[in-house]
């Protein structure tokens, strides 16, 4: 039996965080095993906010060392940028010309980001180059945070209405829920989540942190008022986002964590935290270090996989084309 296929994507952007590696990375490490895995540097993506093109080709590369660094297995995973693979604009072209406008025009992330970012065609079309992503490699399963949820059931209607138009082509993806790991807030503020692009770097502790500032920012953290350390989302909302992230990262439960910290204050119990958070991202940051200098190397993965994600992609696509009527 093959393997069922899964995809995923993040985007070259901003800091790469614990909340993106625990809700995330971690969880791709461990499907690699189970799953043909695809995971894309979405940079086609990044580009409906505008960057700065020597900035943007940097955090491309950034994000591909660190996927490795965190144990995305080249073996395993098929590790590609988006942008090298033009099957993914050719099939959102036609995926457009099915997709009634008012359906982009609902989506709430268009809605949000339209006023920071101008309302940009690209922005509006976003949710259908995803959905090209997504087919392209006749993807079973992919992980859903409430943010993308809407993404993919876009992609499931117009995978859907495809195939009843012209034919059996696209397989209905999945969603795998990711609710085994909480959203992790902001270390600055527990009630909105940690964020690549926030504006206070206090917000996130940040792959690629130093111990020194690790220290700082867990430090400077905010905690709840009493001193218990205890598991409690709705009156402790800082003291429970610092659990999850002790219990991601040290694989405890908060059971044992409460009673491990029953004695001890907050500034203890961040005390531990650091360690453990430093203890955790050390050997990803050795690793990034060795990686980043070794460009041959990361070249050569690239490469490969830009290899082996074209040849299915082309495959698929050409299915699609052909049941459009395009001369092949
Ligand atoms: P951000 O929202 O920080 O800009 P992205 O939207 O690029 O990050 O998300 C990349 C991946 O990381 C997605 O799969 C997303 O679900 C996950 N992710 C982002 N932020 C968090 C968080 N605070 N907690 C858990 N997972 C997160
Ligand atoms: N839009 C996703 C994000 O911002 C990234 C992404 C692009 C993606 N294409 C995808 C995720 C396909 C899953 C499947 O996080």
Redesign the pocket.
Known sequence: MPKPVFL?G??P??VP?I??Y???IKKWVEIQDNYETFIMVADLHAITIPREPKEFKEKTLEIVALLLACGIDPKKSTLFIQSQIPAHTELAWILNTITPLGELERMTQFKEKKDRAGALAGLLNYPVLQAADILLYKTNVV?V?E??FQHLEFARAIAKKFNSKFGETFIIPEALS?KI?S???GLDNPNK?????AKNPNNYIALLDSPEIIRKKIKSAVTDSGKEIKYDRENKPAIANMLDIYAAFSEKTFGQLEIEFREKSYAEFKEELTELLIAKLTPIQKKYKELSKNKNLLEKILENSKTKASKIANKTLLEAKEKVGFII
Request: charged content about 20%; hydrophobic content about 25%.
């Open positions: 995923s993040i985007q952007t901003g965080h909340g993106n625990l809700g995330a992980p945070g943010d993308q990711d790991t959203r992790i807030m989540k940690m964020s690549k692009s």
